[in-house]
């Protein structure tokens, strides 16, 4: 009878030994991308800085909950393309962006740390974030932070905001390396309900108002085009700065090192008299 139920033991941990439980925590350094007014054609090629750090919650080897910090340091020049309009309009930025994010994963396969079989999975991820940007221009040497200077004519306290929420998706691979630790490779992507992440969106505002409400500065780094154009300026009163039909987005590449603090445990016999009848 004791065979019986050491095996019948046995047997049970065989079954659940694969969905393991429990938290996770890493840190990731890779690339950020900015995408939009600035930069239409996702061109890849000027990437910047990027780090994360993560906690993860296993809740199986399917389903997990993931939240992560990420820094990323963001630019777009217009000189860089090869479009006539974007070369005369002469408009460029960088920014830091951090924020904070909260998902849900799914991998593929079974993805079991230390598993000689299930070491290995692609899996999906999306979930919901906030985020602080901050897009400065350099003129004359100096970085001036633009948001303040409302370029495209905003009046005072009608700033666009620099703390907005965003939807995340993205996806990657995991690699288990030991039962401890784990290495991801992944690209996340920010939707973004804003268009004004590079500080460029809608129409050029009136010069002669702009610097009555914000001054010479605010004015020079509202239309840039006299820097390329000499004299001749294309920053009319209502003519088109930007693309307010789509907003702008980000996204980051990070490879992260995680380690786990879960552990095997067998299941719970629920009903332990069972195995004793005869």
């Known amino acids: 009878m004791r065979l019986i139920i050491i095996f019948s033991v046995l047997y049970f941990c065989t079954l659940d030994a694969y969905s393991q439980r429990g938290w996770e925590v890493g840190a990731g350094l890779g690339f950020a991308w900015y995408f939009g007014d600035l930069n239409p054609n996702f061109d890849l090629g000027h990437p910047g800085p990027a780090a994360s750090i993560l906690g993860r919650y296993n809740f199986n080897d399917r389903i997990a909950a993931r939240f992560s910090l990420s820094y990323g340091l963001i630019d777009g020049d217009d000189t860089r393309s090869d479009n006539n309009f974007q070369l005369a309009r002469n408009l460029s930025f960088r ?36 985020f602080h940007f901050n897009p400065k221009a350099k003129l004359d040497g100096t970085w001036h932070e633009l948001r303040p200077l409302g370029t495209e004519g ?97 996204a980051f590449g990070i490879i992260s090192l995680n380690y786990y603090f879960g552990r095997l445990d067998c299941p719970r016999i629920s009903r332990p008299d069972l195995l004793y009848r005869r």
């Open 95 to 130: 920014s830091n962006v951090w924020d904070a994010t909260t998902q849900l994963e799914f991998n593929f396969f079974r993805f079991v740390h230390g598993h000689r079989d299930f070491f290995f999975s692609p899996y999906v991820s999306a979930g919901l974030g906030v």
């Open 154 to 250: 905003q009046r005072r306290g009608q700033e666009y905001y620099a703390i907005q929420p965003a939807i995340v998706y993205g996806g990657g691979l995991k690699f288990s390396v030991s039962y401890r630790w784990s290495i991801n490779v992944e690209i996340n992507a920010r939707l973004l309900f804003t268009d004004y992440l590079d500080d460029v969106s809608t129409t050029y505002p009136d010069r002669n108002q702009l610097r009555q409400q914000r001054g010479d500065l605010a004015v020079a780094l509202s239309d840039r085009s006299v820097e390329v154009n000499g004299d001749f300026q294309i920053g009319e009163p209502g003519r088109q700065r930007g693309d307010a039909s789509r907003n702008d987005s980000y």
